[in-house]
């Protein structure tokens, strides 16, 4: 039989109560992430099969402490809810509480109860609950609440079918609220709210006027009506107040029959282990030993699968070239797209590695430790302790980062922490960083046991960092913006990480990537190909004006193939376009050819390296070896030293840890802060700072 | 003088007396910081900021300039 019905359901909860764990077994692998309408939050949905013709779409809601919404993710949290032509607008809601935080986690219960939406609740991790001396009576607190309970572990597979059961069953839901929480406030004020918006529920017309949101989905009216209701800023906020001491009330008198802990069986492990986490000394000793540990994996096991990658592509191209007719077909092939593929696929190693570290510290319950050490400090430049995980996840790439930055509630503190993650060391820069590294730094070890190669890494990564806090310090001192902080966080209990939750994390953001920056590459890629391999008059007459030419005639075959190679190449697009920009370059010790793959990159830096495969695969007459084989062979026509000799080398390195190199970066912040400004100010800004300190580098070193 | 949670020792426990309603986020109040409930100093960051609490069973950190804006007695 063919599913013909589908439910709409709405996952909702706290941060930390497993709810992407239950999504997960919920769906499984039949996930896929969108972004909602206009903004580039991720929206996560995914199917699940809940009987023979019933289907359930799930869609996992940003975790929220409440339907007040303070951040971006929480608000569209609020329209998911409120707008029932939202596409996902739910049949049945499903909040997800953590048996140890029931008391807190229910305070949104109560809240999304009063939406008069089909409501189920899932108590999660009930595999703890005799260890933790937790008990619960379940039918009582099923009456108390008019709501159908699940007791669940997401985890260990408990519960899962009798949820889908629930969900099947939803016309059934109890949709009355708990305690009449309005009259209790203030009942004339709620009676004439009642009155003023008949078409919703009062809770929904409550929730409307409250939030400082525009809602697409009223008419003129009613948009005057809840402008006019925002105006008493006072009684608003004086009611949500007492709304939510009410609501506590509540749930105090509900819980006080139905939930009984037995205090001795508490473990202090988390006692301990934060004791020492966020000790004075110990707490940073211990997070830059994390730090030192995940940058020197990064650094030396991703070497084996990229150089694998590396020669695999090197190797696929040549075969190609060997197998396919000669042509300009086999050429774009051989020449443009399989070194651009092979450009995209050799970040999958690092990204994936670093993406792993990071959801490893998130589900621990480790990074609000850190966030908890470091925030007065980043205070002092500016920043927020929340602003310490958009920095490390900028290690793997800015975009992502920028939009972790969301749920700093401080607009000050949040700007510049957008403006200073491009400095950070993002995984785009590392295979420029790593292909210029291994040409120029040997592959010593010094003191016994640190590589120099990797120890010039870690250099480059306090750099960025460097950069980051400095100018952070001086946006700090020159921007004059007054912003309330909210800052409150959660210190989740520690826990043992989910394979599965970090699998699914890490598949999810490397593919994203891919998708996202692959397409630029491999486009830029086949582009470059193409302004390479073709040219004006005198690039036509290539073969004809090199054979003619008196010198070659006692030179082989091959060296004068050789000649003719370069001689094009020089007199390609793209060789007019690298020489114009030569007299700008050169103080910074560069020649035409690599202000080729300087232009190129400015899309993404990583096509920094892509580009010179292509341009010295362009001008090799075979193809030998791996870019950075090619590289190295390649010598400086003036001084007959090597191209990348070292004053370049750390001329170009310093160039791409500073520059802003990345067109996707630029249109994020564009679109984070609603205006060019900032992105405008950001490419200026790093632009200069990086062909100065080049400029500088070079002529100290050389 | 009043004492507030920003007055309190490490291991201290006392009971929140009234928290000054236009400077307290609405959020701190949702994640259980009521007046008359219990709050117990757990951890102080160096530099005394932020402050780790225990209240009404959640676990969070505040910076001291919020912690001062709430009153306790003993």
């Keep these: 039989m063919v599913s013909n019905k589908v439910v709409k359901v709405a996952l909702i909860g706290n941060p930390n109560t497993g709810k992407t764990s239950l999504f997960n077994q919920l769906t499984g692998l039949k996930q896929k992430v969108g972004n909602y309408p206009g903004i580039t939050v991720e929206k996560k949905q995914g199917i699940c099969k809940l009987n023979e013709t019933v289907k359930a779409e799930v869609t996992d809601l940003p975790g929220t402490y409440s339907i007040n919404p303070t951040s971006l993710d929480e608000t569209l949290v609020l329209d998911t809810l409120l707008n029932e032509n939202n596409s996902s607008f739910p049949d049945v809601i499903v909040v997800v509480v953590e048996i140890e935080n029931i008391k807190r986690n229910l305070l949104l219960f109560t809240q999304i109860k009063d939406l008069k939406i089909p409501t189920i609740l899932v108590i999660n991790m009930v595999d703890q609950m005799k260890r933790k001396g937790i008990d619960i009576d379940v039918k009582q607190l099923e009456a108390k609440l008019n709501t159908k309970i699940v007791l669940a572990s997401a985890r260990k597979k408990i519960g899962i079918e009798e949820l889908k059961t629930a969900i099947l069953e939803y016309e059934k839901l109890d949709i009355t609220s708990i305690g009449k929480i309005t009259n209790r406030i203030d009942k004339e004020y709620f009676t004439r709210l009642k009155n003023a918006f008949k078409e919703f529920s009062l809770y929904k017309s409550w929730l409307l006027i409250t939030q400082n949101i525009e809602f697409d989905f009223l008419n003129e009216n009613q948009k005057k009506l809840v402008l006019k209701y925002r105006e008493d800023l006072d009684c608003i906020k004086r009611y949500q107040h007492k709304e939510t001491i009410l609501r506590y009330q509540i749930i105090n008198e509900v819980l006080k029959d139905t939930l009984k802990v037995d205090k001795s069986k508490a473990s202090d492990l988390r006692g301990i282990l934060d004791r020492v986490l966020t000790h004075r000394v110990f707490g940073y000793i211990i997070f830059a030993a994390i730090l030192l540990f995940i940058f020197q994996g990064i650094f030396s096991w991703a070497t084996y699968p990229m150089d694998l990658i590396d020669s695999a592509f090197a190797n696929l191209s040549s075969w190609v070239k060997t197998v396919l007719p000669k042509g300009t077909f086999t050429n774009l092939i051989a020449e443009g797209v399989i070194p651009g593929i092979g450009g995209i696929l050799i970040f999958i190693p690092q990204i994936a590695i670093l993406f792993t570290f990071i959801s490893i510290l998130e589900e621990t319950g480790y990074m609000s430790r850190v966030v908890f050490l470091m925030d007065k400090i980043m205070r002092k430049f500016g920043m927020s302790g929340k602003s310490v995980i958009p920095l490390i996840s900028g290690t793997a790439c800015a975009i992502p980062a920028i939009m972790a930055s969301r749920n700093i509630s401080s607009w000050k503190e949040r700007l510049i922490t957008i403006l200073v993650i491009p400095f950070t060391t993002c995984s785009a820069r590392l295979p420029v960083y790593a292909i210029l590294i291994a040409l120029i730094i040997p592959d010593k070890r010094v003191l016994g046991f640190l590589n120099l190669q990797g120890l010039t890494m870690m250099v480059l990564y306090l750099l960025g960092f460097t950069a980051a806090i400095l100018s952070a310090i001086l946006l700090h001192n020159v921007l004059e913006i007054k912003s309330k902080s909210l800052f409150v966080i959660e210190m989740p209990n520690y826990k043992i990480p989910s394979i599965k939750n970090i699998f699914h994390e890490v598949v999810e953001k490397t593919k994203a990537f891919i998708f996202g920056a692959g397409k630029i590459i491999l486009a830029i890629s086949i582009i470059l190909w193409f302004l390479a391999s073709n040219g004006p008059s005198k690039f036509k007459n290539a073969e004809q004006f090199i054979t003619s030419k008196e010198e070659v005639k006692d030179l082989s075959k091959v060296a004068i193939q050789k000649k003719i190679a370069s001689y094009k190449l020089e007199h390609s697009y793209i060789g007019y376009m690298g020489k114009s920009i030569e007299p700008v370059i050169e103080p910074m010790g560069y020649d035409w050819k690599i202000g080729i793959a300087l232009i190129s990159s400015f899309a993404a830096r990583e096509v920094f390296v892509g580009a010179l495969a292509t341009i010295y695969n362009v001008d090799s007459d075979e193809n030998v070896g791996t870019i950075k084989e090619r590289m190295a062979a390649e010598v400086n026509p003036e001084t007959g030293k090597k191209r990348f000799d070292f004053p370049t080398g750390i001329s170009l390195m310093l160039f791409y840890a500073f520059a802003m190199q990345c067109v996707g970066t630029l249109a994020i912040v564009k679109r984070e802060t609603n205006s060019w400004k900032w992105p405008i100010l950001q490419l200026v800004g790093m632009g200069l700072l990086a062909y100065i300190s080049a400029v500088i580098a070079f002529n100290i070193f050389s | ?74």
């Design chain 2, 1 to 74: 003088m009043f004492k507030t949670i920003a007055n309190l020792r490490i291991g201290e426990k006392a009971f929140i007396e009234k928290l000054c309603l236009d400077n307290i986020p609405l959020k701190l109040l949702e994640m259980g910081c009521l007046p008359g409930i219990e709050v117990e100093l757990i951890q102080k960051a160096p530099m005394h900021d932020p402050l780790y609490i225990k209240v009404n069973g959640s676990h969070i950190a505040i910076r001291r300039e919020t912690a001062e804006k709430i009153t306790i007695v003993y």
